[in-house]
Structure formats: C-alpha cells, structure tokens
C-alpha cells in the first residue's frame, strides 16, 4: 500500500476539540497540534483574523483544568506573565490560550542568547513572584485550594523511585524491608528541615518551561508555563528546580552567582533556606529519577531517559550534604554513582 493509500488515524478529541472552536468563533481555523508534554496533555494553535491562539487539550478522565485555571489567575494578580485566558470548558478539558509564542529559554539558550542573563531573568521572575506572594496572599481567595507541599506530599513523590526505578533495574518490586528503610531515611531527613515561611512553589519551574517575549522588558519578559501542579511550599524549591536542572546542565558559575543573590536578599534565615536547598535538590532529584522511569515504561514516553545519567550526576553531588546523610546512607547501600545496583 503506498504512504498516500493510508488514511490518518482517527483522533476523537481533535474533532471535539475544533467543534468547541467554531462553536466559540466560526473564524477559527482548523487547529494544528504542537505537541503533548509528559502528562496526558496535548497542545494545539489555531488563527482566528491573523491573531494566533494556543488551545490545551486535557482529557476530563485524566487531568483536571480547574487548577490550571486557578493558578493562571493568581499569577495575573501577581503581575505575571502567565497566559492570558481566554476561553475554557472545564467538563470538555479545552482551554484556548494567548499564545506566547515559541521562543522558550531553551530555544534561546541554543540560539546563543547568554545563560547568564536568560537565569538572572528567571530568578528575578522567581522573586517577584515570591515576593508578591507574601504580600498579596491574604487577598487571594484562590490560596486555600493549593496543596500544601508537606512532608506527607514530598515523601509520596519520592515513592515513585521505589516503585519504578527500583523495580527497572533490579527485575523485581522493592520488599517491605527495602521500602520500610527508605521511608524511615526521608522521615528521618524531612522532619530535620527548619521553619521557613511558605510561598508558591509553581513546581515545574525551569528552562523548559519559561518563555522569552518579545517587546517586554525585565520580569514582563518571561512568560510562565506548566503551572497546573502549583503548591504552597518551601521558597528554596523553584530555584532548585532552576539550578539543578534535570534536562541540561547549568554553568556551576550561574549556579553559585544565583544561589548566592538568593540568599543575599535576606528573604529568609541562610542556614535554614541552604538546609532546605539542599534536602529539597536530592528530593526533586530522586522523584525525577522515578518519574521518568514510569513514562518510558507506562506511558511510552522512553525520550526522558537519556536524562537519567544528569540526573545520577546530581544525585551523587546531593548526596554529599549532610543534611541528606540517612538517605545517603540507603542509596550507598543499593546504588552506585550510576544509578546500578551495587553487587548483593
């Protein structure tokens, strides 16, 4: 059969999802998909009079648009650059967006706009944003249906290691004593983390993510993305999730400047918020670990496993903290620098 003989495959949701646009605007032109993410999300454009529209297509049976919406609506209170709403249908899971355009902070990145400036740009976006918070929050009624980024929440994430990575390398599901040790260690390692007042943790908050805009100035220049999973948190997780990138490799040079700035700023107690820094990196570190497994092996999402040897090169650098020694301690004893089982 020749490649014109072969009919495309059916896509449901495409055609529910153009319907939901002339439905809006007849104008609208038949959207083109742009991609999904590493959820069950997918992203579409479409043109109405020349003026391009993002569309998110997010399966009601599988994510939920309420708390995009919500997030996207603080932000805007925050004055930040978040995408502008501009239609959704929450039972259907289409939300038609402002398009910020293409130009991510890794596209820049490789087209040689300087990574010290586009991380600086980033971290006082960060900033503002933290520093908006705290003087804005009593006033958003939308603040209490964030989840709080407890120890509760933080060792369910870590969980994802034990129940994928581990069984992905040594062939089998991890036993009650293996699991039982793990949990006791980040227990162990999570109730040690000092008292720091709470922000909003966007979660996700990093090159891949960020968007450089045109004719804007300062932090009006970055466009924020994948927002959806936003919690009420520790101030030292974003920049985290910055710095210690689990998709490229930041200059250390960059790395130090900002933390250092971060901690030049007197938001918060040093001590404390190079503690939590440092439990927080090993945290992120090892749930990525987890997740990116569970893509490549429930989801058939394999392309984010080239990123587990960066991913084992943090964690072996974290895990020389002493803040992190009981979870040390339990990967030392199962792992090797790369991520293999030590011989049992």
Request: net charge negative; glycine share 6%.
């Amino acid at each position: 059969m020749s490649a014109a003989a072969i009919e495309p495959r059916p896509d449901p949701r495409a055609d529910a999802l153009n319907h939901w646009l002339r439905e809006i605007d007849p104008g609208f032109a038949p959207a083109w998909p742009l991609g999904s993410d590493a959820s069950f999300r997918r992203y579409f454009r479409s043109q109405r009079g020349g003026q391009g529209v993002v569309i998110m297509d997010a399966p009601p049976e599988r994510e939920d648009i309420g708390p995009f919406l919500r997030v996207a609506g603080i932000l805007h209170a925050l004055d930040l650059r978040a995408p502008q709403i501009l239609a959704s249908d929450r039972a259907r899971g289409f939300i038609l967006l402002e398009d910020l355009g293409d130009r991510t902070f890794t596209r820049a990145l490789a087209a040689g706009v300087s990574e010290r400036a586009l991380y600086r740009l980033a971290a006082d976006t960060l900033q503002a944003l933290q520093t908006g918070w705290a003087r804005q929050a009593p006033a958003l009624p939308e603040r209490g249906a964030l989840p709080a980024y407890d120890a509760d929440l933080l060792l369910r994430e870590v969980r994802l290691f034990v129940d994928w990575y581990w069984p992905e390398v040594r062939g089998h599901a991890a036993d009650a004593e293996v699991r039982t040790a793990f949990e006791q260690a980040w227990n162990e390692t999570l109730a040690a983390l000092p008292e720091l007042p709470p922000t909003l943790v966007l979660r996700d908050f990093h090159v891949d993510n960020l968007m450089l805009l045109p004719d804007a100035q300062g932090i009006e220049s970055c466009g924020l993305l994948d927002f959806q999973d936003a919690v009420v948190g520790s101030p030292a997780y974003d920049l985290v999730s910055l710095l210690e990138d689990a998709r490229r490799d930041v200059s250390p040079g960059v790395q130090t400047e900002l933390l250092d700035a971060a901690l030049a700023a007197g938001s918060w107690p040093r001590s404390a918020f190079l503690h939590h820094y440092r439990v927080l990196g090993v945290q992120r570190t090892v749930k990525i670990i987890g997740i990116f497994t569970r893509l490549a092996r429930r989801d058939g999402k394999p392309g984010y496993q080239v990123h587990q040897p960066r991913l084992w090169r943090l964690l072996d650098r974290g895990l020389r903290a002493p803040e992190v020694a009981p979870v040390a301690r339990w990967f030392h004893s199962h792992f090797d620098r790369a991520g293999r089982p030590c011989a049992q």
